[in-house]
């Protein structure tokens, strides 16, 4: 490759690497604090014998509609592969992650009658206590 074909790959590489240009705000002109998302973390204690309901209501159902929401930031169910170090909650496969601007926007969600179908659904295929939920705030 010559050196010319190499720079016009480099620099349309740039962009989509993230190296963006970003805008600047004006001089003088304050920047926003902006606060970092909140994070609930819930390990649910699935019935195995449901676990294709549940993995059905989470696509079709729980995930559309939680994505929707007013302040919502992301959501990921992950599957324990294994316990590399400490032990997992007992009885506790799958772990739902779930991240919104703020806990007031989440708590307003969790209040919707679409919520109440959505995890209600979720929650028939788990057993015991079902779930327990811990909320994080980032440290920035």
């Known amino acids: 490759m010559n050196r010319r074909n190499y720079l016009k790959a480099l620099a349309a590489a740039i962009p989509a ?5 970003q805008k600047t705000p004006a001089k003088g002109a304050p920047k926003a604090a902006a606060k970092p998302p909140i994070l609930l973390h819930c390990d ?25 929401q007013p302040g919502f930031v992301s ?3 992950l599957k324990l592969r294994k316990e590399n170090q400490g032990k997992a909650p007992a009885g506790a496969s ?8 703020t806990e007031e926007e989440r708590l307003t969600w969790v209040a919707t009658d679409l919520h109440q179908k959505a995890w209600g ?14 909320l994080y705030d980032p440290v920035v």
């Open 94 to 101: 799958y772990r739902l992650m779930i991240s919104f601007k």
């Open 17 to 21: 690497a993230g190296f963006a240009q």
């Open 44 to 68: 649910l204690f699935l019935n195995s014998a449901k676990e294709k309901e549940m993995l059905s209501v989470w696509h079709n159902t729980f995930k559309p509609a939680i994505s929707k």
């Open 121 to 134: 659904a979720m929650e028939a295929c788990l057993v015991g206590d079902k779930f327990n939920a811990l």
């Open 75 to 77: 959501v990921t169910l």
